[in-house]
């Protein structure tokens, strides 16, 4: 069965200082890897994703993840954090079970980020 | 486009009352789930359909949870009768597989329903 994990509940960060939040998956075949943000009292945005092709995927608010296979991991990550970036990070990945199409995701990861 | 939309927002009811969750998907997407967020849970698939379709709902915690999608612009998520313990955000959210021409597999989400049950 398709799984990510995100292994960290929380992560803290000051202001202009590099971030990652972490995601590892389990998948069968070819991993579709997907990040989303959710801001509070918002639905979840779509922030970048990773299908095949160059290992550095570039997303939005200068969000970048990278894909490492033998790690199996997708990290997301931002040169300098701001401020306006705390908010809920959910990593997710595709499954194809049955032939239909439906994203299994992470428990999220809060990022605070602090002045 | 407007994105997925939902309504209403907030709901506020009495337990043993019925609610209903209505929400409008992109125009074009063949997918539509619904999602429900709570502290303690995450965030959890209820159902999905394809093409107007249910498809798995094994994620509908009980029979007082239906979903239903009479036509590719709308579906409803009805609870009766409700209970505290439903109190969540509920999220609905679109997508188009990567199969099709302009398919990208990415799901949009709506802005939820914070439901509330006394």
Not at chain 1, 26 to 45: A, C, K
Not at chain 2, 82 to 91: G, N
């Amino acid at each position: 069965a398709q799984s990510v994990a995100q292994p960290e509940d929380q992560v803290n960060v000051a202001e202009g200082n590099p971030l990652t939040v972490k995601c590892t998956y389990s998948v069968s075949g070819n991993p579709y890897l997907f990040w989303y943000v959710q801001y509070p009292n918002r639905g979840l945005q779509f922030l970048l994703k990773y299908i095949t092709g160059d290992n550095l995927v570039k997303g939005s608010y200068g969000f970048e993840a990278e894909f490492n296979k033998s790690q199996t991991s997708f990290h997301l990550k931002k040169p300098s954090a701001l401020v306006s970036d705390s908010a809920l990070y959910f990593c997710a990945v595709r499954d194809m079970t049955g032939g239909y199409n439906k994203l299994i995701f992470g428990a999220g990861t809060r990022l605070a980020v602090h002045p | 486009d407007a994105g997925v939309i939902q309504s209403p927002r907030h709901e506020v009811t009495e337990m043993g009352q019925e609610v209903t969750l209505r929400c409008k998907p992109i125009s074009g997407h063949d997918y539509l789930f619904w999602y429900r967020q709570t502290m303690m849970r995450g965030l959890e698939l209820l159902i999905y359909f394809n093409n107007n379709v249910p498809i798995d709902d094994s994620g509908m915690p009980e029979d007082r949870f239906s979903a239903k999608m009479p036509n590719a612009s709308f579906s409803t998520l009805k609870i009766q009768p409700s209970e505290p313990r439903d109190s969540a955000v509920y999220f609905c959210a679109s997508t188009l597989r990567s199969s099709s021409s302009r398919g990208t597999d990415t799901q949009y989400f709506g802005p939820g329903t914070r439901l509330t049950v006394l």
